[in-house]
């Protein structure tokens, strides 16, 4: 079957391999990192320190992408990710001396966290730039759609890593975990074709005037802002990324009204995961035939599962009618998010050339995490004032509303037409 032979092809392709096993060492690093810190943080100074943390995970993201995008279109790639993945590895090694010491200051573990985001940004923002680099254009889609596999697949088992790993020997042994996974993933990234390091179409000058160089720092905002292609794909991904971050909020909510408590929030989770992997498969084969109609597809899908699930905090249900409504809700949640996500990243893809590729995914990414906090403030706000039910009616319907203002420019998008560079010219594949 051609669907699974492009899936296989880009695998087992020799640029791409080396890259999907690396992206999977790292990300299931990460995981634990992240669960080993929260724990770490909480035990340190309570749930304040905690929150404190993903805010601060969060704005960093925010606003060093677009510096972090720059330095993707200003320097080698492969270099930079073998860099990065070195300082990182030490920066864990740091981390799990100091939790073994039982050092319980603050202010030095907030810093190395903004050490860790700002490395971490860097080598995200190269490895976006190098993908649609890595195979064919025909077998791009399958290459997005096996890194979001990746993602998915880590965030599944990543968390039961760290905790058997803290259960073992403390919280030091996820930031030990973490060290060794960013050294795996520098050897892997070692293999990566060196040709990764040229940039096509760079400029040859950097911009001396503090004018000149803040517009080619935002460049990919500002093309974001001006392209109608590419602003209606970011703003997919923003809808999509804002429910998905309405779901972190009001998880914990369904759990308890499933009486199911602190467990059934894991539960919960995992049934996102699970459906997120299937939703991955089925976007990558819609998206084989039309991108735009698998966004589209994802995007309105994952809006009415949200309203699905609050028929069962309106209605008085069974409990385990009520059960089987909001499993069923959020396992369709997961499947319609990764329907939309790697059609997405593609389209996006196909819009951007090579020297400004950096920005302008950075940007993206920056504004889809943007959307991401947006859906948990707001979550949290409406929960908090008023109700569960009101809260999951009302994401719904500002994600509906978001996507039919920005389907046409999903359907002009997805057409087979020449791709708009980020100066606005267009320019042949």
């Not at 409990?319 to 996500?341: C, H, R």
């Amino acid at each position: 079957m051609g669907f699974f032979k492009d899936f296989k092809i880009a695998f087992f392709s020799p640029g791409s391999r080396p890259l999907l096993i690396a992206s999977f060492l790292s990300n299931i690093g990460d995981w634990i990192y992240f669960v080993g810190m929260s724990a770490l943080l909480y035990n340190t100074a309570g749930a304040l320190a905690m929150t404190a943390f993903i805010i601060i995970r969060q704005c960093m993201y925010i606003v060093f992408s677009p510096f972090t995008g720059y330095i993707a279109d200003r320097f080698p790639r492969k270099s930079l990710m073998l860099i990065t993945d070195l300082l990182n590895g030490i920066l864990m090694f740091i981390l799990s001396f100091l939790s073994i010491q039982q050092i319980n200051s603050i202010s030095l573990y907030i810093t190395l966290i903004l050490l860790v985001v700002i490395f971490g940004l860097i080598n995200r923002s190269a490895r976006l730039v190098v993908i649609p680099k890595l195979v064919e254009k025909e077998f791009l889609l399958s290459l997005n759609a096996l890194t979001n596999i990746i993602g998915t697949t880590s965030l599944t088992i990543a968390p039961v890593i760290a905790g058997l790993a803290m259960k073992m020997g403390g919280v030091s042994w996820t930031f030990l975990i973490n060290g060794i996974s960013f050294l795996l993933s520098l050897l892997c990234s070692l293999a990566l074709p060196s040709s990764l390091n040229k940039i096509e179409g760079a400029k040859k000058d950097m911009a001396n005037s503090y004018t000149t160089k803040f517009r080619e720092i935002t460049e990919g905002l500002s093309f974001v802002i001006r392209v109608s292609k590419a602003r209606s794909i970011t703003f997919f991904l923003i809808t999509s990324h804002l429910v998905v971050g309405a779901t972190w909020v009001f998880i914990p909510e369904l759990s308890k009204l499933l009486q199911q408590g602190d467990a059934g929030i894991g539960y919960l989770n995992s049934a996102v995961g699970a459906g997120s992997v299937l939703g991955v498969f089925i976007g990558a084969w819609i998206g084989s035939k039309r991108l735009g109609t698998s966004a589209i597809i994802g995007v309105i899908g994952l809006s009415l599962s949200v309203l699905l699930c609050s028929i069962s905090s309106i209605y008085s249900f069974s409990l385990l009618i009520a059960t089987l409504v909001v499993y069923g809700s959020v396992t369709l949640m997961g499947i319609f998010a990764n329907i939309a996500d790697a059609p997405l990243w593609t389209m996006i893809q196909q819009v951007t050339n090579d020297s400004n590729a950096g920005r302008v995914y950075s940007a993206v990414d920056a504004l889809t995490v943007g959307g991401m906090a947006l859906g948990s403030f707001l979550a949290g706000w409406i929960i908090s004032h008023l109700s569960l039910s009101f809260t999951l009616v009302v994401i719904s319907i500002i994600s509906l509303i978001m996507t039919g203002i920005f389907i046409p420019g999903i359907v002009r998008s997805a057409q087979k037409e020449k791709s708009i560079s980020p100066s606005g010219e267009s320019y042949g594949k």
